[in-house]
């Protein structure tokens, strides 16, 4: 098996001198592509790959970000007695993932005494735990 005639076409040979195609050598008048030396990326068809992606500016943690609990969403979701993990926060559907770093925040009021275990709690979140009856376990 073989193309079809016609279907294949021999590579054109530029800038190999006069004789080949003519005083430009087959490069055309004037212009970047006409010279020498013309830029790799253009030669090569990747600068406009290279300007369709998008380019990542400023600093990206390989930690990736916490996931934010406030207090007063633990009151609403949580019996006396519990115990706040981040799983158990992710069974109940309050985190995406149960493995993720978890932060307690102060925002709302808690009437129930849980112990909050394996997450980060700021101070005004301890507080509350803690004048609610509750312990907060590092």
Do not use: Y
């Amino acid at each position: 098996m073989r193309p079809a005639r016609g279907a294949t076409k021999s590579k054109k040979r530029v800038g190999r001198g006069l004789g080949s195609k003519g005083t430009t050598a087959g490069r055309g008048q004037k212009g970047q592509t006409s010279r020498s030396g013309v830029g790799g990326l253009k030669r090569l068809g990747m600068r406009h790959t290279l300007l369709a992606t998008p380019k990542i500016r400023g600093f990206n943690s390989l930690e990736g970000k916490m996931q934010i609990i406030n207090v007063g969403d633990l009151g609403k979701r949580f019996i006396a007695g519990e115990v706040v993990t981040p799983r158990t926060l992710a069974k109940k559907g309050m985190v995406k993932n149960g493995r993720a770093k978890v932060k307690v925040l102060s925002e709302g009021d808690l009437t129930i005494a849980v112990t909050v275990k394996n997450c980060q709690v700021s101070a005004g979140a301890s507080e509350k735990i803690v004048k609610a009856g509750g312990k907060v376990e590092a």
